[in-house]
C-alpha cells in the first residue's frame, strides 16, 4: 500500500482538486494521511465527501510543515510514502506508476520526479534532464517534495523531516526539509533515484511575495549546506552563481531578478553561518515526540 501524506492550511479548492485527482487512480491501493492545520471545522464537510470513495485518515497538527509531515509519518501505513502539496495534483496513473519503480528497483529507497503545470512547463524550480542516480552533486535538482517517493523504513530509519527547517519552522530557515531528508538518506547509504518521466502536476508559484520568499528560501539552503558539510569553495561557487545571475539581469535591467539573486545570496551566507544542528531552538529530533 501506499500512504499519500498530506498536509493542508487554506486550501480547501485546491485540496478538493488533488482528491478528485486520486480519485481516478488506476491503482486503488493508497491511503491518505490528511495532516490539518486549519482552524478546527474548516475541512470537515470536504473530508465527509470524499471519506466514502477514499481512505482518508484525518488528523490535526501543532503549524509547521516539518512537523506536520512528521506527525502524519507517524500514521502512514503504507510500505511507500508520498508527500503530495495540497495544491498539487496526480495524473491518472501515477500511483501504479510508483508502486511499480519501487518493484523494479529493490535497491532505491527513494524515488524522485518532475513537477509540471497544467501546460507541461516545469514549475518549482528545474530538473535533472535524464534518469540517474541522486547524489550530493546533483540533489538539488532531482525534484521537490511533491515527486518524493520513499520506502516507510528508510523515512523513519533517518527520523523524519528536521522540524527546524521549511514553511512555518521556528526559525529563520523556511526551506531546505526535503532536501536535508534526502541528504540524510544518502549519509546513510541507501539509494536514491531521479525519474524523468515521473510527473506530478502544480502550478506556477505567482509572483506575489516573490522577495520575502526568495529570502526565506536561501537561509534554508545556506543552512542545508552548512548541515551537511558542503565546504567554502562549493558555498563560493553557489555565490558567484547568483552574483552573475543577478549582473545578467542588471544588464537586462530585469531589477526584480537582480533583487532576488542578491538576497539569494545574503540569506545563504546567513543560513551557512548558522549554528550546528541541535543548537538553534525549535529542533524537536526524531518521528514519535
Request: proline letters at 3%.
Amino acid at each position: 500500500m501506499v500512504s499519500l501524506l498530506v498536509c493542508t492550511k487554506g486550501r480547501s479548492a485546491q485540496l478538493e482538486r488533488l482528491f478528485d485527482s486520486l480519485l481516478v487512480q488506476t491503482c486503488p491501493a493508497f491511503e491518505v494521511v490528511l495532516v490539518d492545520q486549519n482552524e478546527p471545522g474548516t475541512l470537515e464537510p470536504i473530508v465527509a465527501r470524499y471519506r466514502d470513495r477514499l481512505a482518508i485518515d484525518h488528523v490535526r497538527s501543532a503549524p509547521g510543515l516539518s512537523r506536520a509531515r512528521n506527525v502524519g509519518l507517524a500514521r502512514c501505513r503504507g510500505d511507500l510514502i508520498a508527500f503530495p502539496d495540497d495544491d498539487c495534483w496526480y495524473p491518472a496513473g501515477l500511483v501504479a506508476e510508483v508502486v511499480r519503480l519501487f518493484a523494479e528497483h529493490p535497491q532505491a529507497d527513494a524515488v524522485t520526479g518532475r513537477t509540471l503545470d497544467a501546460t507541461g512547463r516545469e514549475s518549482l524550480g528545474a530538473f535533472l534532464a535524464v534518469d540517474q542516480p541522486v547524489d550530493r552533486r546533483n540533489v538539488w535538482v532531482a525534484g521537490n517534495s511533491n515527486g518524493l517517493f520513499v520506502r516507510r523504513a528508510a523515512a523513519r530509519a533517518v527520523g523524519g523531516f528536521d522540524e527546524t527547517l521549511g514553511v512555518g519552522a521556528p526559525t529563520p530557515f523556511r526551506s531546505g526539509e526535503e532536501t536535508d531528508f534526502l541528504l540524510r538518506l544518502l549519509g546513510q547509504g541507501r539509494g536514491v533515484t531521479f525519474r524523468h518521466g515521473l510527473v506530478v502536476h502544480h502550478d506556477q508559484v505567482g509572483e506575489a511575495g516573490r522577495h520575502k520568499r526568495a529570502a526565506d528560501y536561501a537561509r534554508g539552503f545556506g543552512r542545508v549546506l552548512r548541515l551537511h558539510r558542503y565546504g567554502l569553495f562549493y558555498l563560493g561557487f553557489r555565490l558567484a552563481r547568483f552574483t552573475a545571475s543577478g549582473g545578467r539581469a542588471l544588464l537586462r535591467r530585469d531589477t526584480g531578478t537582480a533583487l532576488d539573486k542578491a538576497l539569494w545570496a545574503i540569506g545563504t551566507v546567513s543560513g551557512y553561518c548558522a549554528a550546528r544542528r541541535g543548537a538553534v531552538a525549535g529542533k524537536q529530533g526524531a518521528l514519535g515526540h
